[in-house]
Nanobody
Framework: QLQLVESGGGLVQPGGSLRLSCAASGFTLDYFAIGWFRQVPGKEREGVSCISGSGGSTKTAGSVKGRFTISRDNAKNTVYLQMNSLKPEDTAVYYC???????????????????WGQGTQVTVSS
């Protein structure tokens, strides 16, 4: 069974850091594009960052550019989202998703992705 599991969320003060992990089971992430998305109640899911299947291309939303970094470790079958300088407006449920067709590039459109994790809560508050 194909499964993605996010971890690393939690409560952090403004200006703090968290590293989210997206681990795959039942398949290898090697050739999948991976995206990180976030959602708050009452709002649409927002694309945060993505990395191509090759790992050679990434995209980052303007709202987090310079603060969030996506990376992948195929040996560990895991993709990471390093989040620095966190702000209260970063509070959301964060999801990772996998797309089996994108290899050389990735997109921040949630409709493109085939497999989704259950999400991990990130709360930025003093």
């Amino acid at each position: 069974q194909l499964q993605l599991v996010e971890s690393g969320g939690g409560l952090v003060q403004p200006g703090g850091s968290l590293r989210l992990s997206c681990a795959a089971s039942g398949f290898t992430l090697d050739y999948f594009a991976i995206g990180w998305f976030r959602q708050v109640p009452g709002k649409e899911r927002e694309g945060v960052s993505c990395i191509s299947g090759s790992g050679g291309s990434t995209k980052t939303a303007g709202s987090v550019k310079g603060r969030f970094t996506i990376s992948r470790d195929n040996a560990k079958n895991t993709v990471y989202l390093q989040m620095n300088s966190l702000k209260p407006e970063d509070t959301a449920v964060y999801y990772c998703a996998a797309d089996r067709l994108l290899f050389r590039l990735c997109v921040l459109s949630s409709s493109e992705y085939d497999y989704w994790g259950q999400g991990t809560q990130v709360t930025v508050s003093s």
